[in-house]
């Protein structure tokens, strides 16, 4: 079965640093560069992380991506309140051709 | 400023049909994949169907082939999603995107809420 696994809830204080992993498949992640949304419900979500690791101009450095075979992370660090959303990881899957997204992870800022 | 404003949501009974649409600005339409994204309450996000360029290839998620058609008007910068024989769980928030490919949506629209109930 073709899915992106994100845990569904994350949590921290302002200042802390806070990772969301994303664990998918050969077909998906171990094959496609992933991206990363932050989303405040009743607004349009917004990329933060393209290709992997790359910061769209206007998102803070505090935000970062990395990857490795099938799984990929979102860092957050110097935790602010405005950072409280869901946050959702995307890849292309070879094998549904198509894009998936993970189920998605809610941020609560302490 | 890029910017995507859809529209056409509504409450529609089961079986019913709706058009959405989304309408682009600055950027040249022309150039770019397009996509539909939708949310249901209290779920994620979920990808619809993109669309090329010139409108000569299209893809849907599985579950939703030959239900819904994308659809665009490169001289009018817009996209359309017509929805057929809707169900209580096509219930969403639809989301206009521009597609960057494997994954990379940017921007999207604020999303039209289509309500499916008798």
């Known amino acids: 079965q073709s899915v992106l696994t994100q845990p569904p809830s994350a949590s921290g204080t302002p200042g802390q640093r806070v990772t969301i992993s994303c664990s998918g498949s050969s077909s998906s992640i171990g094959s496609n560069t992933v991206n990363w949304y932050q989303h405040v419900p009743g607004t349009a979500p917004e990329l933060l992380i393209y290709?992997?690791?790359q910061r769209p101009s206007g998102v803070p450095d505090r935000f970062s991506g990395s990857k490795s075979g099938t799984s990929a992370s979102l860092a957050i660090s110097e935790l602010q309140s405005e950072d409280e959303a869901d946050y959702y990881c995307a890849a292309w899957d070879d094998s549904l051709n198509g894009v998936l997204f993970g189920g998605g992870t809610r941020l609560t800022v302490l | 400023e890029v910017q995507l404003v859809e529209s056409g949501g509504g409450l529609v009974q089961p079986g019913g049909s709706l058009r959405l649409s989304c309408a682009a600005s600055?950027?040249?339409?022309?150039?770019?994949?397009m996509s539909w994204v939708r949310q249901a309450p209290g779920k994620g996000l979920e990808w619809v169907a993109n669309i090329k360029q010139d409108g000569s290839h299209t893809y849907y998620v599985d579950s939703l082939k030959g239900r819904f058609t994308i659809s665009r008007d490169n001289a009018k910068k817009s996209l359309y999603l017509q929805l057929n024989s809707l169900r209580a769980e096509d219930t969403a928030v639809y989301y206009c995107?521009?597609?960057?490919?494997?994954?990379?949506?940017?921007?999207w629209g604020q999303g039209t809420l289509v309500t499916v109930s008798s």
């Open positions: 995107a521009r597609f960057r490919g494997r994954g990379w949506f940017d921007p």
């Open positions: 290709s992997d690791d």
């Open positions: 600055g950027f040249i339409f022309s150039d770019y994949w």
